[in-house]
């Protein structure tokens, strides 16, 4: 996922965004480096699925699927990951996402300590799974919206928005 190492200002948690490297900014040796620290966390092959990070007025949608909508073994690893991946989240829980990315990846504090005010929810597609977070809070739909920047500048290839 569940996948961004500037750190965390304190202006990103009352509102202001904090500097966010943009796809072209990230080196491609901090992409390789993130892909091997993602094949630590993530069960299924990033070369084979995609991950993709829409983000909503409410919060945003966290998708993975598998690149050819046949591949089985892919499509039950992406399920799995992201199940337990949104239990953990709902706890507060993003060590996966600081193990691959940095514990300074933006958002990422606040989300930590969001203390129930994201409803995540996990839905099966056909061909993945998605993660879909929602929240009132402004300043915790911010912390998700530049999460979900950091992921997709650090994961390159293998995440779009």
């Not at 945003?60 to 799995?80: C, E, F, M, N, S």
């Not at 989300?111 to 977070?133: E, K, Q, S």
Request: net charge negative.
């Amino acid at each position: 996922m569940a996948a961004a190492a500037t750190v965390l200002s304190s202006g990103c948690a009352d509102g202001a965004p904090p500097s966010t490297p943009t796809p072209t900014t990230v080196s491609s040796s901090r992409q390789a480096d993130i892909a091997q620290k993602g094949a630590s966390v993530m069960p299924f092959d990033l070369e084979r699925t995609t991950h993709r990070f829409t983000k909503t007025d409410t919060g945003g949608v966290q998708t993975v699927v598998a690149d050819d909508p046949q591949d089985a073994a892919q499509i039950t690893l992406i399920r799995q990951h992201l199940t337990e991946e949104a239990e953990r989240f709902r706890r507060g829980d993003f060590t996966d996402p600081g193990r691959i990315h940095g514990n300074e990846m933006p958002g990422l504090d606040a989300l930590r300590a969001h203390g129930g005010r994201i409803t995540i929810d996990y839905t099966t597609t056909p061909d993945g799974a998605r993660v879909t977070y929602t929240t009132g809070d402004t300043k915790l739909r911010g912390a998700l919206h530049h999460w979900f920047d950091a992921q997709v500048s650090d994961h390159g290839q293998h995440a779009t928005s």
